[in-house]
Every structure is written in C-alpha cells, then in structure tokens.
C-alpha cells in the first residue's frame, strides 16, 4: 500500500508519569515530521496533565483510569479533530510516557512509513537494564501472532508505533488492556496492512523480577491471551494457502502472498 505521509501526530498515553513526561514531549517534539503532540492522562493521581501541557503538548484528562487501549483511541480521535479538511490525515506515532529523551529514537519508526511504503512500523528496543521476567508473555504474544497471520515478530509487545490513519482505524476497537499490542498485530495483518519492526535505541521503566514485577506479567499474559481468544472465537486469521512465505526478521512483511 502506498503511504505518501504528510504530518505525524504524537500520542502519549500516561498515568502518573509526572517525573518523566517531560523529557518524553520535549524529545518526541524533535522527532521530523510531528506537529501535534498529545497526551492522554488516564487517570493519573499526580500533575502529569499540568507537566504536559507546560511542555506544549495538548492534553487530554481521563477522570479514571480506563486503559492503555482506551487512552490511545482518544488521543487518535483528537488527532482526528485536529486535521484540515481535504488534507491528508496525520499518521499517529504512540509513545510510551515513560521514554523520557530517548523518545527521539523512534524518528526511524516515522522514516519508514514516510518511506518505505509501511502501514505499521514497530520499534524493536534492545535488552534493557534491570529487566525481570523469563520471556513468558512475549513468547506467547509471538507465537500466537504467528499461528494466525504467518510473522513472528521479535517483540510483540511494543508500544512504540507510527501508523497510518486508514491502518489505525482499520483495527478498531482496540483490545483491551495488555493485550492491545498484539490484538492490534493480528488485525492489522489480517485486514492486509505492511508491518515492519525497526530498531530504535530506547530506554524505559522495566518490571523488575521481583513479587510486583511477577503481579505485572501475569496481568499482561491474561490480557494477551484474551485478545488471542476473541480473535480465535471470531475466526480472525490469514488462512493458510493465502500466506506469505515465512517473515525475515527486520524486514517488511505482509501476510498475504504476492503483495508487497
């Protein structure tokens, strides 16, 4: 599909990320191509929609917490309210508030849309520092994702995305919860959007190994395996005689054989 991209809104979804959203606008504002920056406080208990929008970007208060999921379509509809009619609707690059200066490393997410012909570019982080876990949820993301569309991504979970408007709004509604990365993955490539994963240099808050970290990803793995079931009960998938040959890790991959 080709993508000629015009402007890039930013979407930060926070929640009591005070300390650190900042940084996160200040270094996402620098990113080529971004002219609105949006964060959407779901519910945070501290100042973070006042740090925000100090920093310029347009806020956006959920009175309680509603989710990662929710936080996005609101920052997308806002997006939306901010174009120009008869004007090439901006594509939405969601950032995690936590980033902080490291944010600036997802330009090459924007290049590749704006470029290569993308509807999706994922950041692919390296290992980060401090970091628990024993890969459980990521590897079930994964191999979930590749039995129904034929990609294995190597980082399923990431929440550092530029998307086209069309592909955003192709996949709604978002699953709910931790699971939205990866129901979002599976429909995109089932509806016949170009993915690709690029690496990005980012730094953010990891969940430690310890008694909450442990709390954290059983939370993720419920709500990855949920958005895989409702996917399954709906029969969402790419069948199997339609499939791309296997996806060479880092490069552009569409699920489907002959489009490229």
């Known amino acids: 599909m080709s993508n000629s991209l015009g402007r890039v809104a930013v979407v930060i979804p926070a929640k ?19 002219d609105l920056i949006i964060v959407v406080d779901d519910g945070s208990s501290d100042d973070t929609h006042s ?15 509603r989710g990662k999921a929710a ?14 009619e008869n004007e090439m609707p901006r594509a939405l690059l ?5 980033l ?21 570019a994922i950041a692919y982080l390296p290992p980060q520092a401090g970091a628990g876990g024993h890969g459980i949820v990521t590897g079930t993301g994964r191999k979930n994702i590749e039995k129904l569309t034929g990609w294995s991504p190597r980082q399923p979970l990431s929440g550092q995305r530029c998307i086209t408007r069309d592909a ?18 599976i429909d995109l490539l089932v509806a016949g959007f170009t993915v690709q994963e690029i690496p990005c240099d980012l730094r953010h808050r990891v969940s430690t190994n310890d008694f909450r970290g442990q709390l954290h990803r059983a ?4 709500d990855v395996l949920r958005a895989v079931m ?20 880092g490069q552009p991959y569409n699920a489907y054989h002959g489009i490229e």
Not at 58 to 64: A, F, I, K, N, Y
Not at 105 to 120: G, Q, Y
Not at 219 to 222: N, R, S
């Open 100 to 120: 902080g200066e490291s944010a600036i490393e997802c330009a090459p997410l924007v290049k590749a849309v704006r470029e290569n012909e993308i509807d999706c």
């Open 51 to 65: 740090v925000a929008r100090a920093c310029g970007a347009s806020v956006v208060r959920h009175p309680m917490n």
């Open 230 to 249: 409702v996917r399954r009960a709906r029969r969402v998938k790419v069948p199997k005689d339609k499939r791309s040959p296997a996806s060479v890790p």
């Open 168 to 185: 955003f709004e192709s996949v709604l509604p978002l699953a709910s919860g931790w699971g939205v990365e990866v129901g979002m993955t």
């Open 219 to 222: 939370d993720q793995l419920k």
């Open 16 to 34: 009591d990320e005070s300390e650190r959203i900042a940084a996160t606008v200040r270094a996402a504002r620098a990113i080529p191509g971004v």
């Open 94 to 98: 969601f950032l995690d508030a936590d």
């Open 71 to 84: 936080a996005m379509e609101t920052g997308a509809a806002v997006a939306a309210m901010r174009d120009v």
